[in-house]
């Protein structure tokens, strides 16, 4: 497999650990994102929507988007499961994972911010405001939602980690990376810390990457 990268990449920081949760190697071939070599023709040519990350199985079977590529990867190697064998436990998880990756952050991601002090001429400071009000929109009904169920446990969904802390360490990750206040926020970072002292978590951290710098 290849694995299309960037080490402050969140959503393939997400791949990242599902790779090492199911111990799984992956070539990385890095796209440095700040640099712009998303746009760069040959990119263009693995992934039209210039985004990272994106997967080529043995077989050239090729995936996009972080979700698609985590389902993908769960169902050809299912061991361990990322969701649980439950419908109505299926049904919660992707409902934490999606209310991280499709609402909070695609408000949040690099491209955004970009244009909000490019195009629009907003200051880094109203940037930095802009980050923090989604990241406090969305922690504040995701902890409620965690917090009042018990279906929560040391992870989001029971005492083994799933698609919904895949989603949260990364985006936990840029929030303590903007100084965002997660005070608020007792549950959604009690799991996030818990699931950093695993190692398929903690080496799939943007420091550790090869890429980093």
Partial sequence: MRLYDYFRSSAAYRVRIVLNLKGLEAERIYIHLAKGEQHGEAYKAVNPQGLLPVLVDDDGTTVSQSLAIIEYLDDIHPNPRLLPADTPGRARVRSLAYQIACEIHPLN??????????????????????YRHWIAT???????????SPET?????????????????PQVFNARRFECDLS???????????????DAFAAAAPARQPDAG
């Fill in 109 to 130: 991601n690099l491209r955004v911010l970009k244009y909000l002090t490019g195009e629009m001429g907003l200051s880094e400071e109203q940037k930095l405001t802009w």
């Fill in 153 to 169: 446990g040391d992870f989001c969904h029971g005492n083994q980690p799933g698609l919904a802390d895949v989603c949260l360490v």
């Fill in 138 to 148: 969305g922690f504040e009904a995701l902890e409620k939602s965690l917090a009042a």
């Fill in 184 to 198: 608020a926020y007792p549950t959604i970072t009690r799991i996030a810390d818990h699931c950093n002292t695993i």
